[in-house]
């Protein structure tokens, strides 16, 4: 089974700096997908930044980029500039394809950004 | 619609009660995941269907759930004889399908059973 580890519960950063959040995986398979999901308090989940794991070069999507280290199995996710609308948990997930696309979900990190 | 909408949003059921949560997946998507959410923890999967064909139901956790989606569009997950571990959000995500893998969720049904 895969399982996705998020040991940080919960983090702060101050407006317009830079904060990571930090996520390992556990998977014996060579082809997987990795994504990042944010879910404001309002509870719709939405996608963030995904990673393909045949890809050596990182995501990245305006201010939020991965720095994904394969043979680490380490998927973090960078927030530069961060503002205020970013505050939300933060889930980051792990899909193998072909089989029903079953995502598996960390627990989660808590961001505030503090004003 | 524009996204995946979920009915009620809010349930409170007494224990025993059956409950029936509704999922309105985006229009013309093929995939629809159902997910559970207890406090403070991530979605755990429950079941998958691609069009009406329910492929993998091996997160439901009792045979008290129970799961359908016959015109492979709208998807109710039914709970039936409600037991308090059943508190949980309960979370729709729907997707193309095929290689698209992004899934997109819809706001959640809290459920609460006392």
């Known amino acids: 089974a895969q399982t996705v580890t998020q040991s940080q519960p919960e983090m702060s950063v101050q407006e317009a700096e830079t904060v990571t959040l930090s996520c390992t995986y556990d998977?014996?398979?060579?082809?997987?997908?990795l994504f990042w999901y944010k879910q404001p308090p309002s509870r719709q989940m939405i996608l963030v930044i995904r990673?393909?794991?045949?890809?050596?070069q990182n995501a990245t999507e305006n201010r939020f980029s991965v720095n994904f280290q394969k043979a680490a199995k380490s998927f973090s996710l960078k927030i530069s500039d961060s503002q205020l609308g970013d505050t939300a948990m933060y889930f980051c997930?792990?899909?193998?394809?072909?089989?029903?696309?079953?995502?598996?979900f960390g627990t989660g990190t808590s961001l505030t950004v503090i004003p | 619609g524009a996204g995946v909408s979920q009915s009620p949003r809010y349930k409170v059921a007494k224990r025993g009660q059956d409950v029936a949560l509704r999922c309105d997946p985006i229009?013309?998507?093929?995939?629809l995941f159902w997910y559970q959410q207890a406090l403070g923890q991530g979605p755990e999967f429950l079941t998958y269907?691609?069009?009406?064909?329910?492929?993998?139901k091996s997160g439901l956790p009792s045979d008290r759930f129970f799961a359908e989606r016959p015109e492979g569009s709208v998807s109710t997950l039914k709970i039936q004889r409600t037991q308090q571990e059943d508190s949980a959000v309960y979370l729709c995500?729907?997707?193309?399908?095929?290689?698209?893998?992004?899934?997109?969720f819809g706001p959640g049904t809290r459920l609460t059973v006392l």
């Open positions: 995500a729907s997707s193309l399908g095929g290689s698209f893998l992004v899934m997109y």
């Open positions: 998977t014996s398979e060579n082809n997987y997908y």
């Open positions: 990673q393909e794991a045949y890809k050596q």
């Open positions: 997930a792990f899909m193998k394809p072909n089989t029903g696309n079953q995502f598996y």
């Open positions: 229009s013309g998507h093929v995939s």
């Open positions: 269907f691609q069009n009406e064909a329910q492929l993998d």
